[in-house]
């Protein structure tokens, strides 16, 4: 069961084009991360929100967490190459002790030049 | 980046075969975790360590064991390897300073034939 579900699972844009990730749940996190995984490596953390309604921005990359603690969103704008990759949304229950993180399945992607 | 390695990074191996997967941190951080990463899936945790031989299951540790005798070495074992098992499998750490940020290590992956 996957307790995160991100839409879309795949998305092909051009460079200069904007896009949106959705990372949804019906169960409240104490914190959500984001990270980014390119072929053969492992995935790199980008960014993590802990207040609900909280945005931080990295660049061109904004990440939102819900008023409710249940949604994020990250949302590129102007998208280059270098932004290609798969993006994984990961929650941290409330009450676990043990740091364990729930993972979305990913949206994949793709920004051709 | 964090110090972390797996190794082997790759490996084919014989169905029934016992096969062991090492990982190896040099931040002195507490907290380890193996996951699993299949398409469709994301990644799912096989077992977590939270001190030197102190471990737990994941969603998905039927079949596997692991063992933790110093802080910077945690140990995945495959008793009896399967086809099922063929798959990406990637450590990782944490301090949990913060919101519980996990880093990943560059992932091993297994062929079972």
């Known amino acids: 069961t996957q307790l995160l579900e991100q839409s879309p699972q795949f998305l092909s844009i051009q460079e200069g084009e904007n896009l949106t990730v959705y990372c949804n749940s019906s169960?409240?996190?104490?914190?959500l991360q984001w990270y980014r995984q390119e072929p053969g490596e492992g995935p790199v953390l980008l960014v993590t929100?802990?207040?609900?309604?909280e945005v931080k921005k990295l660049k061109r990359l904004t990440f939102q967490f819900g008023d409710a603690r249940k949604d994020s969103s990250l949302h590129i704008t102007a998208a280059q190459p270098g932004d290609t990759g798969l993006y994984l949304c990961a929650g941290a229950s409330q009450g676990d002790s043990w740091g364990k993180l729930q993972f979305g399945a990913g949206t994949q992607v793709v920004v051709t030049p | 980046d964090a110090g972390i390695t797996q190794s082997p990074r790759h490996k084919v191996t014989e169905t029934g075969t016992p096969v062991t997967l090492r990982c190896h941190q040099t931040?002195?951080?507490?907290?380890m975790y193996w996951y699993r990463q299949d398409p469709g899936h994301g990644l799912r945790l096989i077992h977590y360590?939270?001190?030197?031989?102190?471990?737990d299951k994941g969603e998905v540790s039927d079949g596997y064991s692991v063992s933790r005798s110093k802080t910077e070495d945690f140990l995945l074992t495959l008793e009896s390897a399967t086809s099922s098992q063929t798959s990406v499998y990637f450590c990782a750490i944490s301090d949990r300073q913060g919101a519980y940020e996990q880093y990943f290590g560059p992932g091993t992956r297994l062929t079972v034939t």
């Open positions: 360590s939270y001190g030197v031989k102190d471990t």
């Open positions: 169960s409240v996190f104490s914190s």
């Open positions: 931040e002195n951080h507490r907290y």
């Open positions: 929100v802990v207040t609900g309604g």
